[in-house]
């Protein structure tokens, strides 16, 4: 797997950085009409936000960060010839109040299918994590997993809502996706049997803050665990944590049991 960087800007001092916005109609060949223009006057794409759309979203806002570091064409120029595809409805420049700066503020507030989200970067949430185990010791940890576990439910519920889906395998098997797209780890395994659920993920976020330990580490994941399997089965469990990455496992792999 290849990391996303969700940085939506770029801080590059001495380099000539600008920002596009561009309103354009939901179409085929929007994307390669645009790079085109930018490519007919060899200026650099850094980066490209693209909203994800369905099917029936007629109109979406694009962000270019571009790199004019040498070059004697002007944003000006660009912008002319950007207005002058069909499909464009609107075109401007973004400069950054700081030189060589520039980040998508156009867009917000994030959502994750119609849902607003936050990104919290890896400091953030080991402060945070460490803050709850310094002040509160075990209870800290006991508080992650209740936290984890009425995230775990209330995820269920918006997805058995959203999409139908009832199925104990077709809801981890969602689910699989949605830890991956959401950073959370990348689950290389999901077995669900009649007695039991297994599953193992590489580079979880949780225990990926610490190493060379003796315990495992996951207490929201693992409550999480419990709790979307709860809403889906209706039913309590238990879910134990055999193997972390913070103990120098491969993989992080728990056991999913109904109580």
């Known amino acids: 797997m290849n990391s996303l960087d969700l940085a ?4 590059a001092p001495g380099r000539a950085i600008f ?6 109609i939901n179409k085929t060949g929007v994307l390669w009409r645009i790079s085109k223009v930018f490519s007919d006057f060899n200026v650099n794409i850094l980066g490209a936000i693209i909203p994800t759309l369905t099917p029936e979203v007629s109109e979406t806002t694009l962000f270019f960060i571009t790199d004019f570091t040498g070059s004697s064409i002007s ?8 207005r002058r595809l069909e499909f464009v409805l609107d075109a401007g420049i973004a400069v950054g109040e700081i030189e060589g700066g520039v980040f998508d ?7 994750v299918h119609d849902v607003r989200c936050i990104i919290l970067t890896e400091p953030a949430l080991k402060g945070m ?7 509160m010791g075990l209870g800290g940890a006991a508080f992650l997993f209740h936290i984890g576990s009425f995230v775990g439910v209330e995820v269920a519920k918006y997805y ?8 104990l395998a077709k809801m981890f098997t969602l689910m699989k996706y949605l830890i991956v797209a959401w950073g959370w780890g990348a689950v290389v395994n999901v077995s669900v049997e009649e007695a039991r659920i297994l599953l193992s993920v590489k580079g979880l976020w949780e225990c990926s803050l610490y190493s060379g330990l003796e315990d495992s580490q ?3 994941f693992r409550g999480f665990l419990s709790g979307f399997s709860s809403a889906i089965l209706n039913t309590p ?6 193997k972390c990455i913070a103990k120098g496992d491969e993989c992080c792999e728990f056991i999913i049991e109904k109580k």
Do not use: A, M, Q
């Not at 944003?75 to 950007?82: A, C, F, H, K």
């Not at 994590?129 to 002040?135: C, N, Q, Y």
């Not at 058995?160 to 199925?167: F, L």
């Not at 469990?237 to 055999?242: A, D, G, L, N, P």
């Open 8 to 11: 939506r800007g770029i801080y």
């Open 19 to 24: 920002g596009f916005t561009i309103r354009v």
């Open 75 to 82: 944003p000006n120029d660009v912008i002319g010839e950007l």
């Open 105 to 111: 503020v156009f867009h917000f507030p994030l959502t």
């Open 129 to 135: 994590v460490e803050t709850l185990r310094r002040e």
């Open 160 to 167: 058995i809502g959203k999409y139908g889906i009832r199925d």
């Open 218 to 220: 996951s207490h929201f």
């Open 237 to 242: 469990t238990s879910v134990s944590e055999t």
